[in-house]
């Protein structure tokens, strides 16, 4: 049988997706990435999940399906935390389960490292698995994953944006990464040739120092990104404006988004925007938000 492994694009696909393609490849092993968010694979994976589902879990199912057909293995990891002070939502690390039991799929058929990044073990047993499952070995995994990391693109080093005004976009990579979710934001203010920035364009050093000013009150390392992107934009003299991006059905961001509001925007003294997407999110409704937003926004620069 051919070896070819399937690689959600979903998640955290849109933080480390290079470097797991890289990998799989460096080992000579083909590589799909399933295809961009459309409507049709955001209902089809609404179907397949269970109604307490959030949307970019229902999402990443619709994108694990379009896979089953084109290769011989998915690559869905068991990410329990990357940071060593916090701990991933718990979807991360059930993730293979929900996999192998929505589609009814072997063992051996979702490759799933372990990866926790307070095990200083973790790494190596990952690279086992990850390359034992597609017949290569520990040593040419490893190296394999050196090359990988070798050419992974590295986080920018500050704001890459030089207009003197601009508006923060907030929210998790999966969402303003996919054209589909958090993208639409980020287009709309564009046509009005509004300048953003978004936590990308933040060293993730200085988001987490951000953070630690909440804790322990925020416990989730997502949350804790936003939480620091937040704070640490609110406080820019260039940033007119904020808006919070988040999916509905998401458990901690229903909390941060809250704690967010009344303890860094009511009082930054910035206009902004908290946008809840879903599955029936309309366009239209978007776009408006987001241009009453902006009319706010130039309406206080004029005062």
């Known amino acids: 049988m051919t070896i070819s492994v399937g690689i959600p694009r979903a998640l955290l696909f849109h933080e480390f997706g290079e470097l797991w393609q890289s990998f799989f490849s460096n080992l000579g092993v083909a590589v799909s990435v399933s295809p961009a968010t459309t409507k049709t694979l955001l209902d089809r994976g609404t179907s397949l999940a269970v109604d307490e589902s959030c949307l970019p879990l229902k999402l ?5 399906e379009s896979l089953l057909g084109c290769s011989s293995h998915l690559f869905v990891p068991r990410i329990a935390c990357y940071h060593r002070d916090y701990y991933l939502c718990a979807k991360f690390a059930g993730l293979p389960d929900i996999v192998r039991n929505t589609f009814g799929l072997s063992a051996d058929r979702v490759i799933a490292p372990d990866v926790d990044g307070r095990r200083p073990l973790c790494g190596i047993n990952a690279v086992r698995t990850a390359a034992g499952a597609v017949g290569r070995s520990t040593f040419a995994g490893l190296a394999s994953l050196r090359q990988a990391l070798a050419a992974w693109r590295t986080q920018p080093a500050g704001p890459g944006v030089a207009a003197d005004t601009k508006v923060a976009v907030i929210g998790h990579s999966y969402i303003l990464r996919d054209p589909f979710l958090g993208g639409e934001v980020l287009s709309l203010l564009a046509a009005r040739s509004v300048a953003t920035v978004t936590p990308d364009d933040v060293p993730a050093r200085a988001l987490y120092a951000e953070a630690g000013r909440f804790a322990p009150e925020v416990h989730w390392q997502l949350s804790a ?11 820019r003299p260039d940033i ?3 808006v919070l991006v988040s999916c509905f059905g998401c458990g901690p961001d229903s909390l941060v988004n809250e704690f967010l509001e009344y303890r860094v925007l009511k009082g930054c003294g910035k206009p902004y925007l908290i946008l809840n997407v879903d599955e029936h999110t309309g366009r239209a409704g978007v776009a408006t938000r987001v241009e009453a937003f902006w009319d706010l926004v130039e309406w206080r620069r004029r005062k």
Request: glycine share 16%; hydrophobic share 55%; no cysteine.
């Open 240 to 242: 007119a404006g904020l």
């Open 225 to 235: 990104k936003l939480a620091g992107a937040t704070r640490y934009f609110a406080v």
């Open 60 to 64: 990443y199912l619709g994108h694990a």
